[in-house]
């Protein structure tokens, strides 16, 4: 377990140049450049020059703004032509921001370590003052002072933070330091559940704020600096944003202390398996009606059905854009460990807008993935409801319409038959051995009738990768009907093992291993045998469709198919019965 004095360090991983532009130019800069698109009184293209007038030039010159601010910004995405439905829901959407002030716009890093990400905000705030005839040293107060808000947990990080964004500050405003103007950037040590919790904790009510004197109005309270800062910690989190831009700690629920991972089973059951999960919807809460949330993530929600829950509520929403980045996106991790993918997402939900989709996941490096990102190549176009039409409901952008159709208009393979997990019997070791360690009269490898009466019987635990047949290596202790296993109980009287679905043995099916690091391998499974949870199998209702649907799922468009759904490591008994299959009715 990972303490709360060193969550920090477990997790704290400085974010890419381009990604930080990224995610700050398709929010911030994308909010201000639909504010200034709420001011057109209409169409520019539609104007008439013989008959030009005011309204005509004001258009032109906002267009001129907007462009030369997108300009700046080499990482902004142009949003997808949408249909004529999809534009009067935004129209309606972004009209109730109409004539917002730049003063007002408020961004949050609620994760912000050093202050990369705010650092950039501050530029690209900087750009849209400017552009709106403000001079660059009262626009660097102004941000200071209106705009900018960060949290961490790492008292060192936001002083780092502070620091960055004082000398950002500066560089436009070389009186900054005599002005009284602080960052607003907080850290919350001496509040016991800020330094256990940090930025997910709920603060709904805003208790007062601390008076600098004690009760007799003219003893300086000694504490003031510590209550005061915490209090702005809190009202930080009290008060909701234009922008939410981060990037999450990342952290398994496994190396949770135990008050963290209580915290987040009750309040974030949907996303507890993992910090930077949790943040995903702790940003979301943060967020105004009409706002947007950028972030950085590894790309595990997106696909593994733990986080399906999660999907249903993002897709009440609508994604703006998404760039898959899949692993080596940070140049000081190696190897596929941490697979990433960085997106935006409106507060807002906009039926069957078409978001847009830069799959990165086929370049080996950092600085590959930004070029192939610029070169404007892999991008697809996709709508959140056609998610919904695959099983688990996958962010599976790239997938056609045609492969889409196959999920939602063909049977499944749970229609013909069930996919189970087998035992676990608690200890391998103890309860299992290779075939030919056992005195072979004491099993029923040469007499399959024999199953139930010998002590060891034939046991499929998965295995190496091997497609038809084979892996038939292991035997299990069942004597007396698996005795000794359905008792097998520790010191605490809690049972060890797991003995589910045992009517099941015996009886002939389609095996797989659970867990492989390529493509799927199925495999006979000849009655006679039992099966562990790493080795689940499909029993069928019919049993002469056994052989069609073995090949059919060592086919290549199974495989196809299967990393729609499950683009991980793991082919559990779930994922095989929502698979489509055909099955011709005279067949």
């Known amino acids: 377990k990972i303490t709360k004095e060193k969550i920090p360090a477990a997790t704290q991983l400085f974010t890419p140049d381009w990604i930080v532009r990224y ?119 102004l941000i200071l002072e209106n705009n900018l808000y960060g949290l961490d947990i790492d008292r060192r990080a936001c002083q780092l933070a502070y620091f960055a964004l004082m000398m950002k500050a500066r560089q436009y405003n070389r009186r900054i330091f005599n002005e009284g103007v602080k960052p607003q950037v907080y850290y919350p040590a001496g509040w016991a559940d800020g330094e256990e919790f940090g930025s997910l904790v709920k603060v709904d009510t805003l208790p007062p704020k601390p008076e600098r004197f004690l009760a007799d109005g003219q003893t300086y309270d000694p504490d003031y600096e510590k209550k005061f800062r915490i209090w702005n910690y809190k009202r930080s989190l009290s008060q909701k944003y234009d922008v939410v831009v981060t990037n999450p700690p990342y952290m398994g629920n496994s190396g949770m202390g135990p008050k963290l991972s209580e915290f987040v089973k009750n ?191 034939p046991h499929n635990k998965g295995g190496s990768w091997r497609k038809w047949y084979g892996n038939r290596d292991y035997v299990i202790n069942w004597e007396n009907n698996g005795f000794e296993i359905r008792n097998f109980f520790d010191n605490s009287h809690n049972l060890r093992s797991r003995p589910q679905n045992v009517d099941f043995f015996f009886k002939e099916g389609i095996t797989w291993s659970d867990l492989s690091t390529s493509n799927i391998a199925v495999r006979y499974h000849p009655t006679g045998s039992a099966f562990d949870a790493t080795g689940p199998t499909l029993f069928l209702q019919k049993s002469e469709y056994i052989n069609y649907i073995l090949g059919a799922m060592n086919s290549k468009v199974f495989q196809l198919l299967l990393d729609i759904t499950c683009p991980g490591l793991h082919y559990n008994n779930g994922i095989i019965n929502s698979m489509p299959i055909h099955i011709a009715d005279n067949e």
């Open 267 to 457: 309040n974030y059951p949907d996303s507890k398996s993992d910090l930077f999960a949790v943040f995903i919807e702790k940003c979301g809460e943060l967020l105004k009606p009409i706002g947007y949330q950028a972030m950085i993530t590894q790309h595990a929600w997106m696909f593994l059905s733990s986080y399906e829950k999660l999907r249903n509520k993002l897709f009440n929403r609508y994604i703006v854009n998404m760039v898959h980045l899949g692993a080596r996106a940070f140049e000081e991790i190696g190897g596929e460990v941490v697979q990433t993918t960085a997106f935006v997402i409106s507060k807002s939900n906009i039926a069957n807008f078409k978001g847009i989709y830069v799959r990165l996941v086929n370049y080996n490096s950092q600085q590959a993935k930004e070029d192939a990102f610029l070169s404007g190549s892999f991008r697809y176009i996709a709508m959140k409801e056609n998610f919904g039409k695959i099983p688990g409901s996958p962010v599976a952008y790239w997938v056609s319409d045609s492969v889409i159709s196959i999920f939602s208009e063909k049977k499944k393979i749970g229609d013909f038959g069930r996919a189970l997990q087998g035992t676990i019997s608690g200890d391998n070791n103890r309860f299992l051995r290779l075939w030919f360690e056992v005195d072979l009269s004491k099993t029923s490898l040469l007499n399959e009738n024999k199953c139930t009466e010998t002590k060891w019987i």
């Open 23 to 141: 995610m700050v130019e398709n929010s911030l800069g994308r909010l201000w450049l639909e504010q200034l698109e709420t001011q057109k009184t209409f169409d520019f293209n539609c104007i008439d020059f013989d008959n030009f007038s005011w309204g005509e030039y004001k258009d032109k010159t906002i267009t001129k703004k907007q462009e030369s601010l997108k300009s700046k910004w080499k990482y902004y995405i142009e949003e997808a032509e949408q249909s004529d439905e999809v534009k009067k829901q935004l129209y309606d959407l972004r009209m109730k921001n109409k004539n917002y002030d730049v003063t007002k716009i408020k961004v949050l890093d609620p994760c912000m370590g050093s202050g990369h990400i705010l650092v950039y905000a501050f530029e690209v705030l900087m750009q849209i003052y400017e552009s709106e005839g403000y001079n660059p040293r009262d626009a660097a107060k």
